[in-house]
């Protein structure tokens, strides 16, 4: 009888395999170069926090789903989020920062959510913020989706639009009919409209005890169209007498003028009176990001404006606005579309066959290869000259040196393309 235990991962963790999780490292690297480029800092908190500085704020679905344990006397969490460690990290060292602190942070999160397909208990999530001390212009607003414009460009995506609102003018037009008390609940239900359509969204209203008159002008509001100086003339012609209202279309207005001065084109955004993002976190601009030939992805970057970050453990006023990227989520939903493609199967570009029993010479040509910056691999086990070959290709190796007597002697060795089978001689 055999007591081996059978080999398996927990449902909802991601394993690749190394050609797939080469492909998952550049794409991570990429979304960490574009982060970089716009000078954000690099930032790393841990996976475990006290559960009481974790959990200060969370509360109903969340809490739920976190995972939660004790070690000794001490009561741990597993980070959900970034934003939150975020927020603890800037309220800690609030007096070593400098203002704006622009940071990101690549790092894997945990929820204990109910498995399905395309969905993790373990994920990526590739975040940028900025926080303000005491204020943060919005121009920071309209720098963001320059950020998710690069990436995507970089990833090799053209056909993607960055949807961009403000939670201030769907508030103020709530406060203009009354409706400030059911606001959330109101968002939320917006939100849904791509998923369950326009009649269930009325139908969900109706149930919030929202008036037949508030609710089409809800609806008339959220199906404004035109192009995006359309949208905004079209609210501003609206002319609700809202502070918030007035303030929320401003800003919506200098992010939109500066958006276009980030450089991003207009086809590649737009004003989206629909986004209301789930959270009622959001204070301000918000945004989501969809490919437009894959929308059943949903949005794959999303984020916005707070207004205080850290009020659960600090009494100073934090502003920020930050975006996020779910890469293991896109990484699998990209994957199952074929819209990306796992082909490369080696690090290394370079394989060095060595046909002799003393290795110091083969290791010299590789050591001398590593050092003009080459990735580099000795076949270091005796094997037939054929079996080498064979791990070259089927490893898909672009250029093999074989090293032998003659070689050694005459200090030239022959580098073959194996592609092309061409081969060219090079003096070590």
């Known amino acids: ?94 007096g070593n920062l400098s203002f704006p602190f622009r940071r990101y942070q690549i790092g894997k999160v945990y929820r204990g959510e109910r498995t399905q397909k395309g969905r993790f208990r373990e994920f990526y999530q590739c975040d940028i913020d900025i926080i303000g001390d005491g204020e943060l212009s919005v121009i920071n607003d309209a720098e ?62 109706q149930k919030f005890k929202v008036t037949k008159e508030a609710i089409e002008t809800i609806m008339n509001f959220i199906e404004i169209e035109g192009n995006t100086d359309e949208k905004i003339q079209k609210l501003q012609n609206l002319n609700i007498e809202n502070e918030t209202f007035k303030l929320g279309l401003e800003e919506l207005t200098q992010v939109v003028k500066n958006v276009r001065l980030f450089g991003v084109p207009d086809t590649n955004f737009k004003v989206d009176l629909t986004i209301a993002r789930g959270l009622d976190y959001y204070t301000g601009t918000v945004y989501e990001t969809f490919l437009n030939e894959y929308r059943e992805i949903g949005s794959i970057c999303s984020g916005g404006r707070y207004e205080n970050l850290a009020e659960y453990y600090t009494d100073k ?37 060595p046909m002799v029993e003393d290795l110091s010479i083969p290791i010299k040509i590789a050591n001398i290869l590593r050092e003009k910056g080459i990735n580099t691999e000795v076949f270091l086990n005796d094997k037939k000259l054929k079996a080498k070959m064979k791990y070259a290709d089927k490893l898909e190796i672009p250029y093999v040196i074989i090293v032998g007597e003659d070689e050694i002697n005459s200090g030239v060795v022959k580098i073959k393309n194996m592609n092309t089978g061409e081969e060219k001689d090079w003096k070590f």
Do not use: H, W
Request: a negative charge.
């Open 1 to 94: 009888m055999s007591n081996k235990t059978e080999p398996r991962t927990l449902a909802g963790f991601m394993e690749l395999m190394p050609n797939e999780q080469i492909l998952f490292e550049q794409i991570k690297q990429k979304i960490e170069k574009a982060y970089q480029k716009f000078g954000f800092l690099p930032l790393d908190t841990p996976i475990l926090e006290l559960s009481e500085v974790l959990l200060a704020k969370a509360g109903g679905e969340t809490e739920k789903q976190i995972y939660r344990f004790e070690k000794g006397e001490t009561d741990i969490s597993m980070r959900f989020d970034l934003t939150v460690p975020l927020a603890k990290y800037v309220a800690k060292n609030y």
């Open 317 to 353: 006023k934090l502003p920020g606005v930050g975006i996020s990227i779910g890469l293991t989520r896109l990484f699998y939903k990209l994957n199952e579309l074929n819209l990306i493609n796992a082909d490369k199967k080696s690090i290394a570009e370079v394989l060095i066959v």
């Open 144 to 205: 963001l989706p320059s950020v998710i414009y690069n990436i995507f460009k970089e990833l090799g995506f053209d056909d993607f639009t960055i949807c961009i609102n403000n939670r201030k003018i769907l508030n103020g037009l709530f406060e203009s009919l009354n409706q400030k008390d059911n606001s959330v609940e109101i968002l939320r239900t917006i939100d849904k409209i791509e998923k369950i359509g326009k009649e269930a969204v009325i139908e969900e209203l």
